[in-house]
């Protein structure tokens, strides 16, 4: 399970850069493709009508390029139908042979039949996160409890998220009985590159923040120090995943061209 965490976050940083990069590249490559453009039709000394068709065909190759980087990046990120029993026997099987004996692994799934549309290996990748996170904070053993089930939310729930919208939502619970948090870790926990942890990389909960986001969802945390902590994912039951909205931005843009 480490290594395909691993693998994760890998990707992770790379979607990322491949997204950062494509937008800088193309703020280039768009008035190279312009000059180019007025050059080519330069009458009057036709070697320079040459070099525009140059400027303009590599500008254009360049864009190509930009382009296939994002469909690398989205690559990932198609929409299906997510079985909740899936996704925790994925789960599991992914769990296995990380959780240590001193740590009691609950899984409970309370409607098997619920499905909603999302993405099931980010999900799954949250989840995964999630759940060794737990695991790392409970060196002395402990419970690591992984619950699902749907509810119905209204508008005061989301009072400090604005983006979500009321109504029905999957629920995806990871609790462990581990060391909490301080309030200090808890305000810097969504920082890039933030760990308490020896050989930690701090992507974690980012990544499954933008996660859930891109869901349309919200993520909940309650932690009590030396007690333990409570992730609570909300995903709606159905609402179309989206893109990372920058990347979309450039998208839009490209078609432009
Ligand atoms: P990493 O696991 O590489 O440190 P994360 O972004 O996943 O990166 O976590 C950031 C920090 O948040 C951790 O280093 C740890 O201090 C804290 N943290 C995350 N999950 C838990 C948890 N279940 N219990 C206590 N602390 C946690």
Known sequence: AEAELIRIQRFESLAMLAGGLSHDLRNLLQPLLLAGDSLQDYQDDPRLAR??????????????????MLSFARGARRAEQVKVQALVDALSLLLQGSVPRTVTLDIE????????????TELQQCLLNLCLNAIQAMPAGG?????????KLDQGFFLEHEDALPGEYV?????DTGVGMTEEVRKRLFEPFF????????????????????????????????EGCCFDLYIPL????????????????????
């Open 51 to 68: 070099l525009g068709v140059l400027v303009r065909d590599c500008g254009r190759r360049g864009l190509e390029m930009v382009q296939s």
């Open 143 to 151: 419970v690591l409890r992984v619950t699902t089930g749907s509810v």
């Open 109 to 120: 799934v309370s409607d098997p039949q619920l499905t909603f549309e999302g993405n099931h």
């Open 195 to 226: 760990t308490t942890k020896e050989g930690g990389t701090g992507l974690g909960l980012l990544s499954c923040r933008r996660i859930v986001y891109s869901h349309g969802g919200v993520m909940r945390l309650d932690s009590i120090i030396n």
């Open 238 to 257: 159905a609402r179309p995943i989206t893109e990372i909205s920058d990347l979309a931005e450039v998208d839009t843009n490209l078609h432009g061209n």
């Open 171 to 175: 629920r995806l619970t990871v609790t």
